[in-house]
């Protein structure tokens, strides 16, 4: 897809606009309305970044430490609070991981017809 892709920029270099190739285009207004699981408007750089993500350090090691104290009926109230709110975070990043990995996908089967 990038090859079909062309910057128009000013004169300070500053991207001010797109050039997409007919196709590309099409492509791109098929998925809005064809498939609502692709992300549209990331590169392929940031859809990469993404595939690849992960909690951070810190929410991380509180996660493994919550969920171990979780297994010994530890827990205080607040801390299961907690617990339940990294958790909810773990699955949305998960989803957002699939998307981008299923949108790389879809892109890369793109270019192979191209």
């Known amino acids: 897809m990038s090859e079909s892709v062309q910057y128009i920029t000013n004169e300070q270099g500053e991207r ?18 064809v498939d609502a699981e692709i992300l549209t408007g990331l590169s392929l750089d940031e859809l990469q970044a993404l595939a690849e993500s992960t909690l951070s350090l810190k929410a991380q090691v509180q996660l493994d430490d919550l969920l171990v104290r979780n297994a010994e ?42």
């Open 73 to 114: 009926n530890q827990l205080s109230a607040d801390e299961t609070a907690t617990l339940d709110r990294l958790l909810a975070q773990v699955d949305q990043l998960n989803i957002l991981k699939t998307r981008a990995k299923y949108t790389l996908k879809h892109f890369d089967k793109t270019s192979e017809v191209a």
């Open 16 to 33: 001010v606009g797109v050039l997409l190739d007919l196709r590309t285009y099409q492509e791109l207004i098929n998925l809005s309305t």
